[in-house]
């Protein structure tokens, strides 16, 4: 299921950088605690105004970053 629109970005939030919902926590943030080793049932517990669907918005959207052509130069 696509969770994009959990992504929201809001110059007059964070600076304008991706945000879940509207909230003042950053897709960065999340993605941190996941990179750091945190769970998703951790997060959940210490961020209680987030959803699972949060933390598959944040993942989809890192996917999506990441996915760009690479060019060689010769």
Known sequence: MNE???ITVDPE?????PCIRGLR???KDV??????????EEILADYPYLEA???TAVLQFAALQS???VL???
């Open 31 to 40: 993605l941190e605690l996941l990179a750091s080793g945190a769970t998703q």
């Open 53 to 55: 669907a949060d933390i």
């Open 4 to 6: 994009s629109h959990r």
């Open 25 to 27: 926590i950053r897709v």
């Open 67 to 69: 996915d760009h052509p």
């Open 13 to 17: 939030i964070m600076g304008g950088r």
């Open 72 to 74: 060689r130069a010769a």
